[in-house]
C-alpha cells in the first residue's frame, strides 16, 4: 500500500507562490507516474498536473501551464509542485495520487493513493 503525504499548503496574496509537497513514507513511488488535482468547494475534482516515472516527462492543465511545475526526486520519494503566479481561482484542496491505470494523465479514475490533501487559498 501506498501512502501519500501532502504539505506546503497555506494562505497566500495573488501574485504569490507556493511549493506543494507529496511524500511517500512508507513504500517507494519510483515506479509509478504520479499527479496533482484539485479540488474548490462545490466542484468537482480537477486535473492540474502529472509527471512520469523518471520525471522526464511533465505535463500541465491549460490553467496553469506556465505558472505551475511539476518534478519529482525519486531518491527522496517526493513530488512536489511548484506555484507561481497565483490567483485566487486556484484556491482548492490539492492531492497527490499514484497513477494505477494506462491511458491519459487527466482522469481521476486513472489514479489511486490518494493523500489527504492541502488547503490553497489565495486571496485577491
Known amino acids: 500500500q501506498v501512502q501519500l503525504v501532502e504539505s506546503g499548503g497555506g494562505l497566500v496574496q495573488a501574485g504569490g507562490s507556493l511549493r506543494l509537497s507529496c511524500a511517500a513514507p512508507?513504500?517507494?513511488?519510483?515506479?509509478?507516474?504520479m499527479g496533482w488535482f484539485r479540488q474548490a468547494p462545490g466542484k468537482e475534482r480537477e486535473y492540474v498536473a502529472a509527471i512520469n516515472w523518471s520525471g522526464s516527462n511533465t505535463y500541465y492543465a491549460d490553467s496553469v501551464k506556465g505558472r505551475f511545475t511539476i518534478s519529482r526526486d525519486n531518491a527522496k520519494n517526493t513530488v512536489y509542485l511548484q506555484m507561481s503566479r497565483l490567483k485566487p481561482e486556484d484556491t482548492a484542496v490539492y492531492y497527490c495520487?499514484?497513477?494505477?491505470?494506462?491511458?491519459?494523465?487527466?482522469?481521476?479514475?486513472?489514479?489511486?493513493?490518494w493523500g489527504r490533501g492541502t488547503q490553497v487559498t489565495v486571496s485577491p
Open positions: 512508507v513504500r517507494p513511488i519510483d515506479n509509478y507516474a
Open positions: 495520487a499514484a497513477k494505477l491505470h494506462s491511458g491519459d494523465y487527466y482522469p481521476p479514475q486513472n489514479y489511486g493513493y
